[in-house]
């Protein structure tokens, strides 16, 4: 039987038009089922027809959660929202997975809402694959923002389910863990980070110690945990450093100087760069909830949901709730 | 008369070498004297003949506190010690500023215990200046790694602080303040944000804000708060992600294809990236303590040395102490 992957048609800045030409896509690229659910019009009118294609259907809603409204109370107003209603059918069976790339907090608040925390996590957390320059080595950031202010011993949940999950994800045996912090020595670290770390090296299988910022741009270990808080800010200082620095070189490369030589450079550049790019990362996976949750990066392109797919449709195989929820339970935490 | 500021001679993966030509270049470059301070014998065999030249004086110490030594207990341990001492000539009116590029928490420790808090201050937060790729324009993160796990009032002394000083150091009238945060909505953030958004509501002047992690490598704020757990690990996240986009693009450079045409492209790239690196930025002011400490990056080369006494000198010149002693004495906080 093929996955069913539920898709939020309504999520992110370049929906429906590029949230419905991936699910298009992903249906024949990543061999799924999709159940596109969104405002009626506005996806019949990407698709061919107007009709759900083979392998396609639609569930209409009437509601639509915007990029920035209050997470929580949003999924609590908006009962008829693709979000919330996506994460329903995964919940009653209708579907395998949900993939959405809209408000990311309120994503997450429907799938933790309607799935129910898997037993034994406290709280859940998102684990954004990190890509290195130069290396088809990917890092998990783990939590990337889904919660703040996290006792020690969620840290320590987390490094269980992050480990579970790169065994799938980065296709490691048994993958390491750093806890992101300012410094390297064991003493270094806020009172989070130096409760975290004495549990991390009691508990914590591969356990590589403390990892720096610039760690997260270099192989430092499979898993990085840290506080959505910390998380959160780390990935879009990374983002900003980036576009920073490629602003830089593409406007020496355009300067008089160079501008009629560095055509084919340019063309290299963004090819060699294709991996750092937010839309072939392939999603983050919601960890500690009792369902497959996938969120995609708020500007995505249709190949970027073909991608979250992709990675959706994987964790259904790999039923990767149970082997998270296993985790859990062999730990004991 | 001259101001004469104290440098750390055993300070830094380069040191004693580099730190001693940069101290020499410092005088005539900046018009400062130098009180070299560290060990006898390597000091002077980085001396022409051995001696200390016009200008340029020698404190003779016997300990020094290596790179990742505990701060605290180094400090504590090592009376005796370049760090110390530098500190304590400073204290003493021996010198007027105290520049160091050794262990960064020994360098904070030593000037905090010696210089004693101005009046006011709870905690020292370190002002590091952050530059914009393509931009001439500066921010200050306050803190980058002084204080971890502070009070939400402690964030609004450092806000009125990081004004004062960036008055000076970027030159601005009315330096704007922006919050780091995990979005830019005003109900962002975990418990420590949300406690300080409110008061930098009500207290801080040209409050922008809350900005995100992407913030800092663009135009956001003259002045940027976080506690120095995120403010550390910010830092390093930049400097991580533009040298892995650096060594991507040199790499890209350095292939056959391009080999023989990307000479001159890559002596501008790392022209047009010059004052992105830390040797450029001339180095960081402690902000909160009764004295001028300026502390530049661990690996600094002579030039950083160089433009970390001209920052230190600029301090002492426009007495920086009075005036960020005033901005808490007119903030009341």
């Given at each position: 039987m093929r996955p069913v992957i539920a898709i939020d048609a309504m999520g992110g800045d370049r929906a429906p038009h590029e949230i419905v030409a991936g699910a298009l896509a992903a249906r024949d690229a990543v061999g799924v089922d999709v159940l596109l659910v969104g405002d009626d019009a506005a996806v019949r009118a990407e698709l061919p027809g107007g009709e759900p294609p083979a392998g396609v259907s639609l569930l209409a809603t009437t509601e639509v959660i915007a990029m920035h409204e209050d997470p929580a109370a949003a999924v609590r107003a908006k009962r008829d929202s693709s979000i919330v209603r996506a994460a329903?059918?995964?919940r009653d069976g209708r579907a395998h997975a949900f993939v959405g790339a809209g408000n990311t907090g309120a994503t997450m608040a429907a799938a933790l809402l309607r799935f129910g925390r898997i037993r034994g996590a406290a709280r859940p957390a998102i684990a954004v694959p990190i890509p290195i320059a130069g290396s088809a080595r990917r890092q998990l950031l783990v939590d990337g923002g889904a919660t703040v202010d996290p006792q020690p011993e969620w840290l320590v949940q987390w490094a269980h389910l992050g480990r579970a999950y790169a065994r799938l994800r980065l296709g490691v045996e048994n993958p390491t863990v750093g806890l992101l912090?300012?410094?390297?020595?064991?003493?270094k670290g806020d009172a989070l980070r130096k409760a975290a770390y004495a549990r991390?090296?009691?508990?914590?299988?591969?356990f590589v110690g403390n990892v720096e910022g610039r760690d997260l741009s270099r192989v430092a270990a499979d898993v990085i945990v840290t506080d959505g808080f910390t998380g959160n800010v780390a990935l879009k200082t990374i983002e900003g450093a980036m576009m920073g620095i490629a602003g830089l070189v593409f406007s020496v490369l355009d300067e008089p100087d160079f501008a009629e030589i560095s055509g084919p450079i340019k063309l290299r550049l963004l090819e060699a760069a294709s991996d750092l790019l937010p839309d072939n990362t392939g999603g983050a996976l919601l960890l500690g909830v009792q369902g497959v949750c996938v969120i995609s990066h708020g500007s995505s392109s249709a190949n970027a949901i073909v991608n979250a797919v992709r990675v959706a449709a994987a964790c259904v195989e790999a039923d990767v709730v149970e082997s998270l929820a296993g985790s859990l339970r062999r730990a004991a935490v």
């Open positions: 329903e059918v995964v912090s300012n410094g390297e020595e064991a003493g991390f090296e009691a508990e914590v299988p591969e």
